[in-house]
Nanobody, 120 residues
C-alpha cells in the first residue's frame, strides 16, 4: 500500500515563502503536486520524475515554485516563494507509476492534503 503524507502548510503573508514536504512510502514513482481552491477543480502545480532529472510546472507558479526530491529519504518538496493570495488552496502530493503527466486522472495515489493560506 502506497502512503503519502504532506506537511508544511500554514498561513503566510503575500510575498512570503513556505516549503511543503511529502513523505512517500515507495520509490521510482513520478511525484506531483496539485492544489484545489474552494469551488474550483484540482489543478496541476508541478511534477518531478523519479530520477529528479525532469521537472514541469504550471505557468502560474513557474519561476516562483521549485519541486525537488530526496530519494534516499523518500521525500518530495515544493518550495514556494513570492506567494500570492491566489495560491491559497489545499495542496496535495500524488504518485504516478508511469507517465509523469499534468493530469489528475493519471496519478495513482494521493495524500490527504495540506492547507496553504496566503493573506494579502
Amino acid at each position: 500500500q502506497v502512503q503519502l503524507l504532506e506537511s508544511g502548510g500554514g498561513l503566510v503573508q503575500a510575498g512570503g515563502s513556505l516549503r511543503l514536504s511529502c513523505a512517500v512510502s515507495v520509490s521510482r514513482y513520478c511525484m506531483g503536486w496539485f492544489r484545489q481552491a474552494p469551488g474550483k477543480e484540482r489543478e496541476f502545480v508541478a511534477a518531478v520524475s523519479w530520477s529528479g532529472g525532469t521537472r514541469s510546472y504550471a505557468d502560474p507558479v513557474k519561476d516562483r515554485f521549485t519541486i525537488s526530491r530526496d530519494n534516499p529519504k523518500n521525500t518530495v518538496y515544493l518550495q514556494m516563494n513570492s506567494l500570492k493570495s491566489e495560491d491559497t488552496a489545499v495542496y496535495y502530493c500524488a504518485a504516478d507509476s508511469s507517465t509523469c503527466s499534468r493530469f489528475v486522472s493519471e496519478y495513482n495515489y494521493w495524500g490527504q492534503g495540506t492547507q496553504v493560506t496566503v493573506s494579502s
